[in-house]
Each structure stands twice: as C-alpha cells, then as structure tokens.
C-alpha cells in the first residue's frame, strides 16, 4: 500500500533554516501537502505542491520535490520559536481522495 | 475562507454513551468529508469518507455502527460514536473539501473525546 515516512524529530535554533524530509512510494501521487499541527489543535494548511512542479515558495516556505526520488522536502526560512509544532507530509492522487499522512516530524526550535 | 469548523472541541462522557460531533464548512460547500482519529504522538488515521447524500465508506477495521457518520448537507457532517468505551477515547478530526481534482482539504479543529 501506500506509504509517507518522514523522521520524528528535529531541533533547530532560532534563526536558522530547517528542512523537514518526507518520502513517499506511491508513484501516482499528485498532490503533495505539508500541513502543521499545534499541540491540541487541528491541522492546518501551509502549502501544497503538484507533482508538475519541482519547487514552490511561499514566504519563509520553500517546498522542493524530486519525483523521481519521491522526495519532498519543507524548508522554513529564519525558523522562530511559533514555528514549533508537527508538520505532516501528506500525499494523494486525486481529488476527493484521502489523504495518506506521515507520522509526523516533531519540530523544535531553540531560542 | 475555507474554514472548517468542529463542535464540540471537547467532550467527556460516561461509558455505554452516545457522542454526537458535528463537523461545518463554513463558507464553502463540501461535497466530501473525511472523518480522522489520531491517538496521543501519532499520525492521523483515516476513519471514513463521506459524500453528501450517500452513505460513508468506510475504511478496513473501522465498525460502521459504532461510528455513525451522516453527510445531510453540503456543510455540515456528523459523527456519532454509540456505546462509547474508555478505548474510544481520542481526538477526532474532520476534514473537508469543494471538490474538483485540484482541491485541498482543510481541516476542522479537532474534538476530543474522553470516556470515562
């Protein structure tokens, strides 16, 4: 079946880049997500890629994906300490489809 | 726009009870919803997706009648958990979306249920 793997955890101090990892080995995904979850809150949309396109950036987010590789990674620019949360990777291959999430990649940022 | 909301964000209950949650968009029709649970660290598990108007599918090892879910609208679904038992306790998230293949689903808040 289909499967995300991302790694659980990363530390960062503030102001430096991080690069969250995902993979994934369903070579029909289309859409790419990255969606950010705060303790006891819901998931929230931070931007999502097609899998046409190889970069996209949205402010302090740059999103890159190698198809071949099946690899996509979430760049966060100048990481704050608000930035401190879960961010899932998630991928399906049409719309009205479920998603298939990561586990998760626990992001700490060091003041 | 595209806001998703959830109601109630949190509920506690005594086993052998009926859970209703209701899950809104709030500005746009969702022609499909998906309903998630995810346990405490842990990724989110697909439940069910429901079409409005239609009955849900559910996902493999999920029992449709513990989990009663019904789309009676473009904007609002609800999932109903019957007889609920200290196991079901978690927090259950819905998503939904317009539709069309370019599409994203948003999601609601979440609402966590305790049984005690």
């Known amino acids: 079946g289909e499967d995300v793997e991302q790694s659980l955890f990363l530390s960062v101090r503030e102001g430096d880049s991080s690069v969250i990892n995902c993979t994934y080995t369903d070579s029909s995904s289309t859409y790419l997500y990255w969606y950010k979850q705060e303790p006891g809150a819901g998931l929230q949309l931070l931007t999502y890629i097609f899998s046409n396109m190889d970069m996209k950036q949205d402010q302090r987010l740059t999103v890159l994906l190698n198809k071949k590789d099946k690899h996509l990674s979430l760049r966060i620019a100048d990481t704050q300490t608000g930035d401190s949360a879960i961010y899932f990777c998630?991928?399906?291959?049409?719309?009205?489809?479920?998603?298939?999430f990561g586990k998760g990649t626990r992001l700490s940022v060091i003041a | 726009g595209a806001v998703v909301s959830q109601h109630p964000s949190r509920v506690i209950c005594k086993s052998g009870t009926s859970v209703k949650i209701e899950c809104r968009s709030l500005d746009f029709q969702a022609t499909t919803m998906f309903w998630y649970r995810q346990f405490p660290k842990q990724s989110l598990m697909l439940m069910a997706t429901?079409?409005?108007?239609?009955?849900?599918?559910?996902e493999q090892g999920v029992e449709k009648d513990k989990f009663l879910i019904n789309h009676a609208s473009l904007t609002l679904s609800t999932l109903t958990v019957t007889s609920a038992h200290p196991e079901d306790s978690s927090f259950y998230i819905c998503?939904?979306?317009?539709?069309?293949?370019?599409?994203?689903?948003?999601f609601g808040p979440g609402t966590r249920l305790t049984v005690l």
């Open positions: 998503s939904a979306e317009r539709g069309g293949s370019t599409d994203t689903q948003y």
């Open positions: 998630a991928e399906r291959d049409s719309g009205n489809t479920p998603l298939v």
């Open positions: 429901s079409n409005e108007g239609s009955k849900a599918t559910y």
